[in-house]
T-cell receptor, first 110, second 113 residues
Framework: GEDVEQSLFLSVREGDSSVINCTYT??????LYWYKQEPGAGLQLLTY?????DMKQDQRLTVLLNKKDKHLSLRIADTQTGDSAIYFC??????????FGTGTRLQVFP | DVKVTQSSRYLVKRTGEKVFLECVQD?????MFWYRQDPGLGLRLIYF???????EKGDIPEGYSVSREKKERFSLILESASTNQTSMYLC????????????FGSGTRLTVV
């Protein structure tokens, strides 16, 4: 089956950029998503990218997709304490049965 | 915005009890999903449903069953709760529109003692 891997923790200083990485094994995914989970809450869709794109920018968020290396990343510019959360990447060929990564806990310190 | 409501935020049950976790959506989404979330393991799919009275096993269905008698409600049932089912349970729905992804409920943290 599909494997989707993320590092478990990332710690950054407030104001710096954060880069959260995701690697996967199945290259047939059509859509690749980033979700954010704040403490005690469900997952919230942050952004997504089509598999035929290399980059997508949405305000402070930049998604990069390297299909050759099967690597997806989420860059958060000017990271704030409110960005502290768990971030999940997810892959799917349609909206059925998305495959989620293990999640990266981002901690922002002053 | 679609809302996905899970009936309980926190639940404590005893080993061997039958447990019902309820999920209700207020939009007309066909697809509904139950996941469990454990540290370091991400989200694992338990069951999903494409339509009323339809259900499909996910990756970890053992010890669980589901019910979808109405389109808006998807119930997860633990027939005989065990301590290894202590977890965060997340319900999600999907509209079928590509790129919209899933909409999640707030989760139910279940502790089996």
């Amino acid at each position: 089956g599909e494997d989707v891997e993320q590092s478990l923790f990332l710690s950054v200083r407030e104001g710096d950029s954060s880069v959260i990485n995701c690697t996967y094994t199945d290259s047939s995914s059509t859509y690749l998503y980033w979700y954010k989970q704040e403490p005690g809450a469900g997952l919230q869709l942050l952004t997504y990218i089509f598999s035929n794109m290399d980059m997508k920018q949405d305000q402070r968020l930049t998604v990069l997709l390297n299909k050759k290396d099967k690597h997806l990343s989420l860059r958060i510019a000017d990271t704030q304490t409110g960005d502290s959360a768990i971030y999940f990447c997810a892959l799917g060929r349609n909206t059925d049965k998305l495959i989620f990564g293990t999640g990266t806990r981002l901690q922002v310190f002053p | 915005d679609v809302k996905v409501t899970q009936s309980s935020r926190y639940l404590v049950k005893r080993t061997g009890e039958k447990v019902f976790l309820e999920c209700v959506q207020d939009m007309d989404h066909e697809n509904m999903f139950w996941y469990r979330q454990d540290p370091g393991l991400g989200l694992r799919l338990i069951y999903f449903s494409y339509d009323v009275k339809m259900k499909e096993k996910g990756d970890i269905p053992e010890g669980y069953s589901v019910s979808r008698e109405k389109k808006e409600r998807f119930s997860l049932i633990l027939e005989s709760a065990s301590t290894n089912q202590t977890s965060m349970y997340l319900c999600a729905t999907a509209s079928g529109l590509l790129g919209h992804g899933y909409t999640f409920g707030s989760g139910t943290r279940l502790t089996v003692v």
